[in-house]
């Protein structure tokens, strides 16, 4: 019984090693951030006046998660092409976002923007 209990301890932390070693080397997530951004919808999408602060912290992390100029350019291109599958996205909305949640995310957030400048 012992050397089954062994086995399992030992298998689990092989498993454990193995998804810690399949982290992202960034902290960026394309997925994560459109996860997250779908908080802003509403504002981007509709009259709604002002973003929410959910919306707010989305634009935060996602920014935080971006340390780098290489995470900066994955994630101007995540956005761009996410913000190109929205129906109904406010252009000047997108591009108003950042100023009004006072973040800089480091890049213009435009549908038109090169990523790799």
Aim: proline share 7%; glycine share 2%.
């Amino acid at each position: 019984m012992k050397r089954v209990s062994t086995s399992v301890f030992c298998l689990a932390i092989v498993l454990l090693l193995t998804v810690a070693a399949m982290k992202p080397v960034n902290g960026f997530s394309c997925v994560q951030a459109k996860l997250s951004l779908l908080t802003c919808l509403p504002f981007l999408t509709t009259n709604q006046e002002s973003p929410s602060s959910t919306c707010c912290n989305a634009v935060s992390n996602v920014r935080a998660s971006t340390p780098t100029k290489p995470e900066l350019r994955e994630a101007c291109e995540c956005l761009k092409a996410t913000a190109n599958e929205i129906p109904n996205l406010n252009k000047d909305k997108v591009a108003q976002l950042p100023k009004l949640c006072n973040v800089d995310v480091g890049f213009p957030i435009s549908t038109d923007i090169d990523c790799s400048t």
